[in-house]
């Protein structure tokens, strides 16, 4: 059976082959995980972690929000794309947007995390830490292999509260230790960056086999490139040289490509030469 919803450009990455359908994208895990699905409902979630949230047509001043407060306003599920239509706003000025909700606007450091899970229980962990640089809310780069042990135990947690019977891996991202996402696949963006024994036990573990956790990731960068960039042949080479892996992104607004790398220096050096700015 194929993995589901890869990419064509990323279809290099996902080998042995599951025995079991495995999904990779959210579409295909929402239909896939039944039982599970529920955490696809950024409202629950919300409200779960003890945030101040409600569907857009409450009031937020009815729930003790003051006018001049920002606030998140998103839509409750969203499958194509989960950041889409997220946005902040005044407390005073959420809009009457059907099927979208707001929340508490929250601050502080940006993490997304990947969680193997064997019947509900946490096995292994890769943390990633978003910068504190933005783009429109969206961290420009990630840190690939971040230590978060300050993470895990709220991920614990919810996995034991959400995923009972739930075998696969998982994702939660969080801001300033708080959810704001949480998806039955991984981050797939970030894989290459896992090493060679993570993808071989996700899929003995999906498959029923005997597995140990992989070893923790060697990790990285990937940083993404928004706005206008020079991609012409000469300066790919010149990441190429530098180790470097560009990859051109049609698909999501405003984002030219998205570069991968272990080193640090050589992502930036990368990034300064395609647009012209310099990361810090």
Request: hydrophobic letters at 40%; one cysteine or more; glycine letters at 10%.
């Amino acid at each position: 059976m194929p993995f589901i919803g890869v990419l064509p450009e990323r279809k290099h990455l996902f080998a042995p082959e599951p025995h079991c359908d495995l999904p990779v994208s959210d579409a295909a895990a929402w239909r896939l995980n039944p039982a599970h699905r529920h955490i696809y409902d950024k409202l629950r979630l919300a409200l779960d972690a003890g945030l101040t949230a409600a569907p857009c047509g409450v009031a937020p001043m009815d729930l003790g929000v003051a006018p001049e407060d920002e606030v998140f306003v998103k839509p409750i599920t969203n499958l194509a794309g989960m950041g889409l239509s997220a946005r902040s706003v005044r407390a005073d000025a959420v809009p009457l947007e059907p099927g979208s909700y707001w929340s508490e606007r929250l601050t502080g450091m940006h993490t997304s995390s990947d969680c193997l899970v064997q019947d509900g229980k946490p096995r292994w962990f890769a943390h990633t830490r978003g910068s504190d640089e933005k783009d429109a809310s969206r961290p420009i780069y990630w840190e690939i292999g971040a230590d978060l042990p300050e993470a895990e135990a709220w991920i614990s947690d919810w996995v034991h509260r959400n995923l009972a019977g739930y075998t696969g891996l998982c994702n939660i991202e969080l801001i300033g230790g708080r959810p704001i996402e949480a998806h039955l696949r991984g981050s797939n963006g970030f894989f290459d960056l896992y090493g060679p024994d993570f993808m071989p036990a996700w899929v003995s573990l999906v498959d029923g086999d005997d597995v140990s956790p992989p070893p923790p990731i060697p990790g990285g960068y990937v940083i993404s490139v928004f706005g206008d960039a020079d991609l012409s042949d000469k300066h790919l080479q010149a990441a190429e040289s530098l180790g470097v892996k560009v990859q051109p992104d049609p698909s999501t607004p405003g984002r030219a490509a998205i570069l991968r790398c272990r080193e640090r220096e050589a992502g930036f050096e990368v990034y300064r030469r395609l647009t012209g700015r310099a990361l810090v």
